[in-house]
C-alpha cells in the first residue's frame, strides 16, 4: 500500500524474509504432524517438500546476510548506497539468493537420481530427510556444504560488524546516533543469523545422537524445532519490522485503521 516499502531494498529483504519464513513454518508443522501421528506419503511428494524446505531454510540466512551489507554500504558509503541498493539491484540479488539457495538442492538431486531406480517414487512411508541419504558420504557432503555456507556468512558478518564499528567511532552527533542504530542492527541479525545457521548444523548432532538412543534423538529434534527452526522466525518481524520507526508507524496506523494518524493531525 506504501510506495516506500516496495521501492527500498531494505523492505524488499525484509518482505522477503517474512515469505520465506511462512513457507519454512507452514511446511515444518505439517511434517511435524505427519512425523507425530505416523502418517505415510508418496516419496515423490515428500522429495518435493523436502527439496522446498531445504531450498528456504538456506534463503532466510542468505537474504539476512545481504540485508548486513545493505545495512554496511548504508553507514560506511553512504555516497554510493543509492547506487548500489537500488531496486534493481535488490531484484539482481534475489535471484541470486535464490541461486545460491539452490545449488545445494542441485547437487543433492543429481546425485539422488542417479542412485535410485523409478519404483522409490511409487513407495510410500514418513517424510524424513533420512529416506533420502541413501550412502554415508551423502550425508557428510551434505554437512561439508552446509559448514561451507555457515563459514562465509559468518565471515560477512563480522566484516561488516567491524566496518561499521570503526565507522561508529569517528561519527559524531548525528551522525554518531545513526550508525550506532546501524550497529545495533548488525548485532540483532547477526544473532538471528546464529540461530537459523545453526539450524544447518542439526542434521550433523542428530546424526550423532541417533547411534546414541532413540528416545533421546526423538527429544533433541523437537529442541531443534522450537529454538532454531520456530525463534528466528518468529525474531524477524520483531527485529527488522517493529524496531523500524517509519514500519511501525504505518504498521500502528494501518492496525488501528487510520485512527493514530488523525489523532495526530487533530492535535496539530
Known amino acids: ?22 513457507v519454512i513454518l507452514i511446511l515444518s508443522d505439517v511434517l511435524l504432524l505427519l512425523f507425530h501421528f505416523h502418517f505415510t506419503i508418496q516419496m515423490s511428494f515428500c522429495l518435493i517438500v523436502y527439496v522446498t524446505v531445504s531450498l528456504y531454510t538456506f534463503i532466510t540466512p542468505l537474504t539476512l546476510t545481504v540485508m548486513t551489507l545493505e545495512r ?30 539452490a545449488l545445494p538442492d542441485v547437487i543433492f538431486l543429481s546425485i539422488f537420481f542417479a ?30 556444504i552446509s559448514q561451507f555456507y555457515f563459514l562465509i556468512m559468518v565471515i560477512i558478518i563480522m566484516f561488516s560488524y567491524f566496518k561499521i564499528m570503526k565507522v561508529a567511532r569517528a561519527a559524531s552527533g548525528q551522525n554518531r546516533k545513526s550508525t550506532r542504530k546501524g550497529l545495533r542492527t548488525v548485532v540483532l541479525h547477526g544473532f538471528q543469523l546464529f540461530l537459523c545457521l545453526f539450524l544447518l ?59 493514530y494518524k488523525k489523532q495526530l493531525s487533530n492535535e496539530s
Not at 529442541?223 to 518481524?237: G, K, Q
Open 1 to 22: 500500500m506504501k510506495d516506500f516499502f516496495y521501492t527500498t531494498m531494505r523492505y524488499i529483504f525484509f518482505a522477503m524474509t517474512l515469505m520465506s519464513d511462512c
Open 72 to 101: 554496511f554500504v548504508a553507514i560506511c558509503m553512504p555516497l554510493r548506497h543509492g547506487e548500489l541498493c537500488s531496486t534493481r539491484s535488490a531484484l539482481h540479488c534475489i535471484l541470486i539468493i535464490h541461486a545460491i539457495s
Open 115 to 144: 542412485s535410485v531406480n523409478h519404483s522409490f517414487y511409487t513407495q510410500s512411508g514418513e517424510c524424513s530427510v533420512e529416506k533420502f541419504i541413501l550412502h554415508t558420504w551423502q550425508g557428510h557432503l551434505r554437512s561439508a
Open 201 to 259: 548444523w542439526c542434521p550433523i548432532i542428530e546424526a550423532a545422537v541417533l547411534q546414541i538412543n532413540l528416545v533421546l534423538y526423538v527429544n533433541v529434534r523437537y529442541f531443534n524445532y522450537i529454538v532454531f527452526i520456530l525463534s528466528p522466525r518468529c525474531l524477524s518481524p520483531l527485529i527488522y519490522g517493529l524496531r523500524d520507526e517509519r514500519f511501525f508507524v504505518d504498521l500502528r496506523s494501518f492496525v488501528l485503521c487510520g485512527l
